[in-house]
């Protein structure tokens, strides 16, 4: 069956972040929720332009695929209705993504057997991402990380992920796969029944996971409940936030950065989540020695994302070596 193209939202009358001349580049984010772009000034991460569809992942591959390819050349169109001179294509996805740029995961965007980047460089020459590196390198060059030796990312909204981040640059691991801390495995005991359960952490902390655990259909309805006191929702929030605040203070304990950012949609969200979360982070840190680490807020927002992956087009893809095994 062929897959009617998802119309594309012009969302150009939205603020920018700034306006700013240089160089460019589109910037294309592939999320489990929208695949949103934009035209990228490098210097300076302002967006000149706007554009947006729905993932509707439940098609498949394929149909995102050819959406993408087609904001591309819509954003491609508008740089040149602009006046600006755009360089290449950055993208960055919701999966799991190797140093030559091929997607080898299926959660939700699934492109794997595809060739992604030989598709979209029919439109301008493409560099492709996972989607927590693009906007860990975000805020590295213009957020919450610049000027910081060193850095770690996380990001809290439909999934929940991380990455280390050294002299600007997301540390991608020999696979591409060091930003995995969702299918960590939490077990703990239901208080009334005793019944031990096993959840990876994405099921507990993630905002699908809050919106679950209350009831109600978004994490922000769970944050408003819990900000006008409801014990219930503190109380979902603080089973979540104390989960996750383990696994972070075990990653804070073994890398230890100087900085602990937490982005995404949850994490930047003002209140009793964020505020439990750095509560038990700070917790579970080791106690042997001060630890001086500072936590924050992401600053790039939601646009981060969108942003990096323009910014990634600067950086050359780096061919894994092959390990030298002992005899």
């Not at 699908?208 to 408003?224: I, K, S």
Request: with cysteine; glycine share 14%; proline share 4%.
């Amino acid at each position: 069956m062929t897959s009617i193209p998802a119309p594309i939202k012009d969302l150009s009358a939205q603020p920018s972040v700034g306006r700013g001349d240089g160089q460019f580049a589109l910037g294309i984010d592939v999320g489990g929720t929208k695949v949103s772009g934009g035209i990228v000034d490098l210097q300076t991460g302002s967006i000149h332009a706007r554009r947006q569809v729905p993932t509707d992942f439940e098609r498949g591959g394929a149909a995102i695929l050819a959406d993408t390819l087609a904001l591309a050349q819509v954003l491609k169109a508008d740089a040149q209705r602009l006046g600006l001179a755009v360089q290449a294509l950055g993208v960055g996805v919701a999966e799991l993504v190797d140093g030559q740029g091929r997607v080898f995961s299926d959660h939700r965007i699934r492109w794997t057997g595809l060739d992604a980047a030989g598709t979209l460089s029919s439109v301008l020459p493409t560099v492709i991402s996972s989607d927590v590196r693009a906007a860990a390198l975000a805020e590295a060059r213009l957020g919450a990380g610049r000027g910081a030796r060193d850095f770690y990312f996380v990001t809290i909204g439909t999934g929940v992920a991380g990455v280390l981040v050294q002299g600007g640059v997301p540390y991608a691991g020999s696979r591409g796969a060091a930003l995995v801390i969702a299918n960590s495995l939490e077990r703990h005991s239901c208080t009334v029944c005793g019944h031990e359960h096993r959840q990876m952490i994405e099921d507990v902390a993630s905002g699908p996971a809050l919106a679950a655990a209350f009831g109600v259909t978004t994490a922000q309805e769970v944050l408003a409940a819990a900000l006008a006191g409801d014990g219930r929702a503190l109380a979902v929030i603080e089973h979540a936030t104390t989960q996750l605040g383990r696994v972070l203070a075990l990653l804070a304990d073994s890398l230890d950065p100087s900085i602990m950012v937490i982005g995404g949609g949850l994490g930047c969200a003002a209140g009793p989540y964020f505020d439990a979360l750095c509560a038990h982070l700070r917790g579970g840190l080791w106690d042997g020695v001060p630890n001086p680490m500072k936590i924050t807020q992401a600053v790039m927002g939601p646009d981060a994302g969108l942003i990096g992956a323009a910014l990634a087009t600067e950086f050359k893809p780096q061919a894994a070596k092959e390990p030298h095994l002992c005899n």
